[in-house]
């Protein structure tokens, strides 16, 4: 089992770049980061290569969301951020080389109808795997629960094949983070047979709370079993919010990779 670190949540007592090797250091076979752009690519390059780890996954830009706003990759009126976003991600890749390019779907802005939300979705999702695919990229997609985020776009397994079929391209798959689906009151290993063949990235929290694994009531045994079940055998991506030190939420990390 490949398990990969998030830095953006963990190892936050250092900064982004000596993150990378306490990852290492700690025993996760990969990392990944939501928007390492503020850090020059060359340097991040150099730090995975000093650590010996590989990045598994970066977020494409968007915009306001992370601040609470709407995000790009659905809003019609932000077409000209959206480019700039697409090749800021298509610059920085081609330096790290991520396995992975995760697009945020947003959230919906009032007034705007749903449908028309998703068509631009649709179109902006079809344009960055076509973009991609000549990297040897996968894109992913992601759903994310609505109590913690309101107006997300994408909330259900259902969300997630509706928009796959939508854009129709074989390098874009499903992001499913068994955190978000245990918030939405679905049963996360349920949520995988449901995605089975069309999932490229796992990450996973405890719920609620979203920290370590043993720090909610998350039946991980179970999830696991399901992957397993499903023939899944990518990475899983450890995006929870410790509940103490990085150091001290890693009792699971061991015992996970021994299978």
């Avoid at 080389?97 to 945020?104: A, E, I, Q, T």
């Avoid at 344009?127 to 997609?141: C, D, H, M, S």
């Avoid at 999932?199 to 399901?226: K, M, Y």
């Amino acid at each position: 089992m490949k398990i990969c670190a998030n830095l953006s949540l963990l190892f936050t007592e250092l900064p982004l770049l000596e993150r990378v090797g306490a990852a290492a250091a700690a025993g996760f076979d990969g990392v990944e980061i939501q928007f390492p752009y503020e850090v020059p690519a060359g340097e991040m390059r150099d730090a995975l290569h000093a650590a010996g780890l590989p990045l598994v996954l970066i977020n494409l830009p968007a915009g306001d969301f992370m601040q609470g706003g709407a995000g790009l990759a659905a809003v019609p009126e932000r077409e000209a951020e959206f480019t700039a976003a697409l090749e800021q991600a298509l610059e920085y890749a081609r330096v790290v080389k991520p396995l992975f390019l995760n697009v945020l779907a947003g959230r919906l802005v009032p007034g705007l109808e749903r449908e028309q939300a998703l068509a631009t979705l649709t179109e902006r999702l079809r344009r960055v795997a076509e973009v991609f695919a000549g990297e040897g990229v996968i894109v992913l997609t992601e759903a994310i629960n609505d109590l913690d985020m309101p107006g997300f776009l994408l909330n259900t397994p259902e969300h997630l094949l509706d928009m796959l079929a939508r854009v129709a391209r074989p390098n874009l798959a499903a992001q499913l983070d068994l955190y978000h689906m245990a918030r939405m009151g679905l049963d996360p290993a349920g949520c995988m047979r449901q995605l089975a063949g069309h999932i490229g990235h796992v990450q996973f929290a405890d719920a609620p709370g979203r920290g370590e694994p043993g720090s909610g009531t998350l039946d991980f045994p179970a999830a696991l079993r399901a992957l397993e079940e499903i023939g899944y055998s990518g990475w899983l991506g450890a995006e929870y919010r410790p509940t103490g030190s990085t150091a001290e939420s890693l009792g699971w990390l061991s015992k996970w990779q021994a299978g």
